[in-house]
């Protein structure tokens, strides 16, 4: 790039331009909730939940406080309880962990295939004890965990599965859609998800009719009628702006999912030959791209030269589960999940929203170029 070549500004996403182009409809609908006073579920929540399960191919959904609320609540459907251990991933959002927490359970980690960042279904069946209850796999970066293995081992040794699906709406692994393959499935809309509210939201997803009753009284202090309680639960209730919101943008889903796919196939052709790695896109399925990560080499520099250049950048994530303080009484030094670790050192999301533009895309992929330089 020579002196006087252009410098955008491209940010990593851009929620405001979105808000501009739906704003004559989300404004109209948040006003139909402030006229029924449904501030709480209510109706625009409710045929949420009906259009959301629809969409995943599923029986229910059942909408949420949080993606958060959502692992907790599935994992005590999965009747996970203190004394279990529960299998997962080290590289995700620490959320993840959180919920087996919740629960009185362990979080086991098994490291990731560096081909997909995702769990490593070869790596779980030794860490399989009497005490492992669960198997909680992530669709990082909107790219499906390989279910069919892990719903193998899962059947043989009677484990259950819960999805973290918070990245990986509409995502598909061999043509079916996440959400659909362990007995319940939790998803996060936190603004800044495929699918995000106004605000904070997640649901469960399920074909387990019993499962879904759970979690329906479990959302709101155990009730199964108003003031019949029957045991202690939760305030994990949806808002009801946050179904008004999210009815609309799930319109738009199948839209924006294509549009994030094709951005990603774009910078894939235009970064090739580039000294970075990308994770493996496998054929038979699809990808969302929540994020469009690359692994590069001293990450700091290529972040600085790359914000010099107006580009902004993050990492998702900086530090796996098993090194944060938070878990360090679980005692994995550094070292035991090499794969998650090294990830974790290198990775970096680049811009990726739907409303990017092709001179957004092609600024990006030249400037990343331009820094790493090529192999
Ligand atoms: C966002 C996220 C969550 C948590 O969802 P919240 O809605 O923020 O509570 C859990 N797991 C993963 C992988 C996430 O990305």
Same mark, same amino acid.
Request: hydrophobic share 0%; no cysteine; aromatic share 24%.
């Given at each position: 790039m020579g002196e006087n070549a252009t410098v955008m500004k491209v940010p990593l996403l851009d929620l405001q331009s979105e808000y501009a182009e739906q704003r004559d409809e989300i404004l109209p609908a948040l006003d139909r909730v402030c006229r029924n006073a449904s501030f709480v579920q209510g109706e625009e929540v409710e045929a949420f939940e009906r259009e959301f399960a629809d969409f995943c191919g599923v029986k229910h959904c059942v909408a949420l406080s949080s993606g958060t609320a959502a692992l907790h609540l599935g994992l005590l459907a999965l009747g996970v309880q203190s004394g279990d251990d529960v299998i997962t991933t080290p590289n995700s959002f620490l959320a993840t962990a959180e919920a087996i927490t919740y629960c009185g359970a362990r979080p086991v980690f098994v490291d990731t295939d560096p081909a997909t960042a995702n769990l490593d279904p070869r790596l779980i069946e030794r860490s399989i004890t009497p005490r492992t209850r669960a198997i909680l796999p992530v669709h990082l970066y909107g790219r499906p965990a390989d279910m069919d293995p892990i719903r193998e081992i899962a059947a043989r040794r009677h484990l259950r599965i819960l999805e973290d699906a918070a990245q990986a709406h509409a995502a598909r692994y061999r043509s079916q859609r996440v959400g659909s393959f362990g007995l319940a499935a939790a998803f996060s809309f936190y603004p800044t998800k495929n699918l995000g509210a106004y605000g904070e939201g997640g649901a469960l997803t399920t074909n387990d009719d019993a499962i879904a009753k759970f979690a329906r009284a479990a959302r709101s202090h155990g009730q199964t009628a108003r003031y019949d309680h029957e045991f202690p639960g939760y305030n994990y209730r949806m808002q009801g702006f946050q179904g008004a919101v999210l009815r609309i943008k799930l319109r738009r889903l199948h839209a924006w999912t294509q549009k994030r796919r094709e951005i990603a196939k774009e910078y894939r052709r235009l970064l090739e030959g580039a000294r970075l790695e990308m994770p493996d896109d496998d054929p038979r399925d699809e990808c969302v791209y929540h994020q469009f990560v690359i692994y590069v080499n001293n990450r700091n520099s290529v972040i600085a030269q790359l914000a010099a250049r107006s580009i902004d950048t993050a990492v998702h994530? $900086?530090? $796996?589960i098993h090194l944060q303080p938070a878990y360090s009484s679980l005692g994995y030094p550094a070292g035991t999940f090499p794969n998650a670790e090294r990830a974790c050192e290198r990775v970096l999301s680049l811009p990726l929203f739907p409303g990017m533009t092709a001179e957004q895309i092609s600024y990006v992929a030249a400037s990343v170029v331009d820094v790493v330089g090529r192999k």
């Open positions: 994530y $900086p530090k $796996p």
